[in-house]
Structures are given as C-alpha cells and as structure tokens.
C-alpha cells in the first residue's frame, strides 16, 4: 500500500507530513530509554511480519499487522512505523521520499485509534473479545486502504477509479488480517494469560 | 540472506564498508544530495528530462556499486496497485485518442501521464539507494542526527535495524519447525489460525527479549543516545560536489521550467 513519488498533490503531501510529524511528536514524548529497546525490537518484528507472505488464490498478500502494533505501543506507533517506511524506501524501494508522510499517516493513524477504541474489550473471554481482535485487524487494513484511497482521489479526478479498486483489491486482505489478528491475540491470552491486558506497558 | 535486507544489516561502528566511488564523500552531503535529487526529479517537466534522471539515478547506483540483481529487484518492487494504476491512467485522463477497445477510450495524455509517474518513482529510489541506501545503517544513523533529527528516534532507527535479523531468524526457525509438522500454507482459516498463533509466539519472543536486550543495555549505562566514536569531517572535495550537483540540478530544473 505504498503509494510512491510523482502521483499526490502537494497539498496532500503536505497534510500527510503535517500529520506524521504531530503523531511522531506524541509518540517521542513517551519514548525514554526505558522503552527504547521494546520499541525498536517491535518495529523489526512488524518489519519481518510485512515481508511474511500468505497465500490467497494463486496469489499472495503480505501481513500489515498495524492493528497489533497500535495496540501493542499505542502512540509509540507513530515512530516505529515511520523508522520502518523510512528503511523500506532507502534499502527496499518502496514508496518513496516525499510521500513518506503520508505513507506513515496512512497506516499509522487508523492503527492507534482503533486500537485506543477497542483496548477496554478486547482482552474479554468470548466473543466480544474475539470481535474486537478481528475488528481491530480488519478494521486498521480497510482504513488505511480507505487512506490511501483517498489520498489519491484528493491528487486529481483521473485517480478515482484507482483509488476504488485500492479499496475492493483489500478487502480481502482485510479478512485476512481479521483472523490472524484473533489468532495472535488468542495465543498470547493462553500462553501468557494476563499479560498484555495487565503486565504490559510500552 | 533469505530475507533479503542484508544491505541494512547492523555493520556495528566501523565506518569502513565498499561503497564505490561515492564512499569517499560526507555521508551528511550524500544525504542531502538524495534530497535535492529527489526534489528536482519531482520539479522537473517533461519524460525525457525525468528520463535523464532515471539514467543518472542509475550511474549513481553504479558508481555505489549497489549488486545489480538487487537493484533490478528493486525497481520492479513498485507494488501491483502502482503498475495497474499507471494502465488505467491512459483510460481516466481526457486527451487525444490513442486507441479504442470496445468502447473504451485511452488517452496519449494518460499514457503521458503514467510515464512519468513510472519515471519519477524509478528515478527518486534509484537516487536513494545510491546515495542512502549504500550507508552502513549506523552511520545513516549518526547522519540523521548531525542533521538535526531527533536523538531518540534515530536510537530507535538503529535499534530497529539491528533487531531486523535476529527476529528474522527467529521467524525461520519458527516456521521451520512448522514445515516439519507438515503445515502447508492455503488460503483457509487454518493457515490464518496458525499464522496468527506464529505472529502472537513471535510478539511474545520479542517482547522476552527486549527486556533482556533493555536490561544489558542498561547495565552498560545506555541513556537514550549511541555515543558518536568517529566524527565527521567535510574535506574540500566536499564543498566541491555539493557546488557542482547544485548548479546542475538547479540548471535542469530552470532549464525545464523555461
């Protein structure tokens, strides 16, 4: 879902940048060195997950994950994605420099909202807890595709059917991400009961 | 290295690495010259003159002595959405008529278009891995802070890069040892069960081992920042390249803007 340099307008640029900055300011503020090395290990880990393919059809599609992530560092997010989209684009090539901002806010910002909403039932037994963990992973992959989608649409009337088909060739990626994510979730609570809901803090 | 990012990998705080013939310049100006790279290639009007861009982003590449089966990959990893974008480009933008398929009409304008979104992608990674992505991940660190980027994240840059291995080979030997259980991977809920159980003992490791990692660093009296063992110094050839790729992109882009 990286969109790359040479396609957004530059007001859209910019608004992504602007809210990169703002969401890696919070997230700096929490970040001492205490926390430093959870994050930084966390970030690889999300870093290797997005380069674990699983099979769909013929095809495949890697992980995202970013519902885990804004779960599991909350505002902290916002740096650990960005450090990753920043390595992805200078060793890997993907995206590119300029719209890193909005490639960061795209996948960031619906990762930590969600994962804020839903924090005070998702470590329910039953199913309220396992909805939240499929709605926390569906939800954060379908509203960074709505992103991206719309931030090509803002970048000119000729975007618009792409920017459709970004939404539709998601969604079941998004179904995807929905179980895995009850999965992870499901194994943490029964190997380490108590731990992420009580224990954990980034 | 099956992961394939062995050129990010952690080369501890040696400063001595092969980088071709732009090994002997400042890392601060290689950073800032993909910058301006990158900002010319966006400014610049015309496929021929991004064209050129592409073809001197690549030299760069040369001159970095990037492998070049890795590059090529590279290149080709403009995601599938990007590709189908730029063909259904000529089909969204009005414009002369380039051809027909039943009933469709496609554009020269859009074909144009694509073109150059093709082009400027192509031109700014290749500028960025050439003079970026060949730094040792440590000194790209200490660059980023000597420019003014924040202490913290560049710790967390580093630390996260130095992490990408370990926890790669950790996710092997996970799913070697699903392999050896006789797990094949399909599009069920099966696999997504186990995947999702891989991903959650992944996150645990992880989590079990940053407090490790926190612990020894700590011990060691880490306080946030990596100490800097070699400064930089900018030599005279320095100022020189910095003056002539200056003139020249600002020349390109004034040229393309007349």
Known sequence: MHVVDGVLSAPVLLAGAGATLAGTAVGLRALDHRNLPVTGVLSATFFVASL?????????????????????????????VLVAAALQAVFFGYGGLFVLGVNVANVALPAVLLAAALRPWIWREGPVGTACAFTLGAGSV?????????????????????????????????LIEGFLCVGALALVRRVRPGFLAEVWQP | MALGHSSAAWNGQALSRDGGQLAAFDPRLKLLLAAAFALAVVLVE??????????????????????????????????????????????????????????LHASWTGLFQGIDILLTATAVVCGLM????????????????????????????????????????????????????????????????????????????????AERVTDA????????????????????????????????LTGVVMWSML
């Open chain 1, 52 to 80: 674990i393919h699983v099979p769909i059809g013929p095809s495949s599609v890697h992980l995202v994950l970013s519902g885990l992530l804004g779960l599991l560092l909350g505002w902290l997010a916002f740096p650990a």
């Open chain 1, 142 to 174: 379908l509203a960074t595709s709505l992103l991206v989608a719309l931030s090509l649409a803002l970048s000119g009337e000729a975007f618009w059917l792409p920017a459709k088909l970004t939404v539709v060739s998601h969604l079941p990626v998004a």
């Open chain 2, 46 to 103: 015309g496929s021929a003159l991004k064209a050129f861009f592409v073809v001197v982003g690549l030299s760069l590449c040369v001159a970095a002595r990037i492998p070049r089966a890795k590059l090529l990959r590279r290149i080709a990893a403009l995601e599938g959405f990007m590709v189908m974008m730029v063909i259904l480009l000529p089909f969204t933008v009005p414009g002369p008529t380039l051809f027909t398929v039943g009933g």
């Open chain 2, 130 to 209: 050439a003079l970026v992505g060949s730094l040792p991940a440590n000194v790209l660190g200490q660059t980023l802070a000597s420019l003014g980027v924040p202490e913290r994240l560049v710790a967390l840059l580093m630390l996260t890069v130095r992490y990408l291995d370990v926890v790669g080979g950790e996710y092997r030997r996970m799913r070697n040892s699903m392999r050896a259980r006789a797990f094949v991977a399909g599009t069920n809920r099966h696999t997504w069960r186990s995947v999702g159980h891989l991903v959650g003992m992944g996150l645990l490791r992880s989590i079990d081992r």
């Open chain 2, 217 to 248: 660093m700590r011990c060691r009296g880490f306080d946030g920042r990596y100490p800097i063992l070699y400064p930089f110094r900018w030599q005279p050839r320095d100022s020189l390249a910095a003056t002539a790729a200056m003139l020249a």
